[in-house]
């Protein structure tokens, strides 16, 4: 225990045998103080959490003064995650992969051409450039092979190329119509930050605040909203707004239970997208088994952007992960990995190699042309390959053999 600030703290816990800090107090100026501290005292590389728009606008200045090997702000994060989502209303998640990679995540209907479908089947009548890499079937996560059966009800995480989006969802039987208008249950960071990126999409956000002078901030921050006062928890409030109209609500105030509350009430009252806030997760297993559409946590934000760091710092170590990124509710994993000369799978056909269980080859990236593997592929000297799996651990490619 102590003041991540001090000199003298940070030499008993002892940086200078560091490799890393990370700075994630509440207040920027610790988190940047505490950072060149570390860089001057340990020499070591540093992470500072910085959430103050001003900085935030600023960040590659400070970040090059201070020597911040990464700076992490994860309401901006949280709202650029939910902009992909107002993107693709359809999708649950939208997973974009630096490989090329999208993984979209979407509820099966019940009357969906999808229901008793085999994933082989899926290939043929469906498409050949999309591939279901997860299945999540009550509190149950498959990687599925040819053999697995969708059903009505199931939440599926496909890869494909975004142009393939809309089609897809038109085929199965969602619908995909654009959204236009977007409610906001809360004035927070995250709040902002969304108005703000989505202010030049030519799509209306109505921000519900109860703090008068957070309103006129706001008000001053955002000419293109519409700012209201008054308790996103008013019934007769949202009525007024038009939230039966709205083409999206989200649910961003700092308190979680109201934003259960409020999406599961949006929820009854509109057909609108809805996207829900959650700070704690303890409860995480109960919050999936509502309605409350897709339900940001913008710690875990913090602790993915913080891990596939960690994990490009283990490359340089040995380890050939390039990225990991942790996916459907933290209960899966995608790895990034670069194929170097040594791999024990160059050339072999995917089907005649023995992977793990709950393993999948998602993509493979050939040269900046994504393929969707099949198994007549193979993996090459200088791919990058996406691995969808449940298993931990893995810091190999030659690790995905069983």
Do not use: H
């Given at each position: 225990m102590g003041n991540g600030t001090s000199y003298r703290t940070q030499k008993e816990a002892g940086i200078e045998k560091a490799d890393l800090l990370i700075s994630v107090?509440?207040?920027?100026?610790?988190?940047?103080?505490?950072?060149?501290?570390?860089?001057?005292?340990?020499?070591?590389?540093?992470?500072?959490?910085?959430?103050?728009?001003?900085?935030?606008?600023?960040?590659?200045?400070?970040?090059?003064?201070?020597?911040?090997?990464?700076?992490?702000?994860?309401?901006?994060?949280?709202?650029?995650?939910?902009?992909?989502?107002?993107?693709?209303?359809?999708?649950?998640?939208?997973?974009?992969?630096?490989?090329?990679?999208?993984?979209?995540?979407?509820?099966?209907?019940?009357?969906?051409?999808?229901?008793?479908?085999?994933?082989?089947?899926?290939?043929?009548?469906?498409?050949?450039?999309?591939?279901?890499?997860?299945?999540?079937?009550?509190?149950?996560?498959?990687?599925?092979?040819?053999?697995?059966?969708?059903?009505?009800?199931?939440?599926?995480s496909v890869s494909l190329p975004i142009r393939e989006a809309t089609p897809f969802f038109k085929k199965i039987g969602v619908p995909a119509n654009p959204i236009k208008s977007v409610m906001v249950a809360?004035?927070?960071?995250?709040?902002?930050?969304?108005?703000?990126?989505?202010?030049?999409?030519?799509?209306?956000?109505?921000i519900i605040e109860e703090n008068k002078k957070r309103c006129e901030e706001l008000s001053e921050a955002l000419p293109h909203a519409m700012i209201i006062q008054g308790e996103a928890i008013d019934k007769e409030l949202l009525l007024e707004e038009e939230i039966r109209e709205t083409d999206a609500f989200a649910a961003m105030t700092d308190i979680d239970e109201e934003n259960i509350m409020l999406s599961l009430y949006a929820g009854r009252e509109s057909k609108a997208k809805l996207i829900t806030k959650v700070n704690r997760i303890a409860f995480e297993n109960v919050i999936d088994s509502m309605n409350l559409g897709s339900v940001i946590y913008p710690k875990l934000i913090t602790a993915d952007l913080i891990l596939q760091y960690v994990r490009a710092m283990q490359n340089s170590l040995g380890s050939n992960v390039e990225t990991l990124y942790k996916i459907v509710a933290n209960r899966a994993e995608a790895l990034e990995f670069r194929v170097g000369n040594d791999a024990p799978m160059i050339g072999v056909p995917l089907e005649k190699l023995s992977l793990k269980k709950n393993l999948l080859v998602a993509c493979i990236n050939r040269n900046g042309r994504i393929l969707t593997p099949r198994g007549k592929d193979t993996i090459e000297v200088g791919d990058t390959v996406i691995i969808v799996t449940t298993n931990t651990g893995l810091n190999d490619l030659k690790d995905i053999l069983a």
């Open positions: 107090a509440n207040q920027d100026e610790v988190n940047l103080l505490s950072c060149l501290i570390a860089k001057k005292a340990g020499n070591c590389q540093t992470i500072a959490r910085v959430r103050n728009p001003e900085y935030y606008d600023e960040i590659g200045y400070i970040r090059e003064e201070l020597g911040l090997s990464m700076s992490i702000n994860p309401e901006w994060e949280a709202a650029n995650e939910m902009a992909r989502l107002i993107q693709y209303p359809s999708a649950l998640a939208v997973e974009k992969f630096r490989g090329g990679m999208t993984l979209l995540r979407v509820v099966i209907p019940e009357k969906s051409v999808l229901n008793g479908m085999s994933v082989a089947e899926f290939a043929v009548k469906i498409s050949r450039q999309i591939l279901v890499c997860i299945v999540k079937r009550g509190k149950e996560i498959r990687i599925p092979d040819g053999n697995f059966v969708l059903m009505a009800g199931d939440a599926i809360g004035g927070g960071m995250i709040s902002f930050y969304l108005a703000k990126i989505l202010q030049d999409t030519g799509v209306e956000v109505k």
